[in-house]
């Protein structure tokens, strides 16, 4: 069973930088994937942030945080990263951390597999 744990959000000025962090355990009993980061604000749909194939070949980033958000894995690990620079107070959101079989890397309903998330708060 594939289970995921987010952590490492939290409230930090514009600006600011965040690392989140995402266990993840039983990821050898699913086929290729992708690991993805998304987010969501009340009364919005999850928006997809970032996207890595399980083998980092290929990555994927949302317009708004292009140049600003970095996505990475340690598999030896199972560890998924999100670093977080230059935040802004429209990054606050609960961000997830998930994952897919499918081939739509920043398509939410594509992901099967979801932890419970960890808050960003950023004031200005």
């Known amino acids: 069973q594939v289970q995921l744990v987010e952590s490492g959000g939290g409230s930090v000025q514009a600006g600011g930088s965040l690392r989140l962090a995402c266990k993840v355990s039983?990821?050898?009993?699913?086929?290729?994937?992708?690991v993805g980061w998304f987010r969501q604000v009340p009364g919005k749909e999850h928006e997809g942030v970032a996207a890595?194939?399980?083998?980092?070949?290929?990555?994927y980033y949302a317009d708004s945080v292009k140049g600003r958000f970095t996505i990475s894995q340690d598999n030896a690990a199972s560890m998924v990263y999100l670093q977080m620079d230059n935040l802004k107070p429209e990054d606050t959101a609960m961000y997830y951390c998930a994952i897919s079989e499918k081939v739509f890397p920043l398509v939410a309903s594509k992901y099967a597999y979801w932890g419970r998330g960890t808050q960003v708060t950023v004031s200005s």
């Open positions: 890595q194939w399980f083998d980092g070949v290929s990555t």
């Open positions: 039983g990821a050898s009993t699913v086929n290729t994937h992708y």
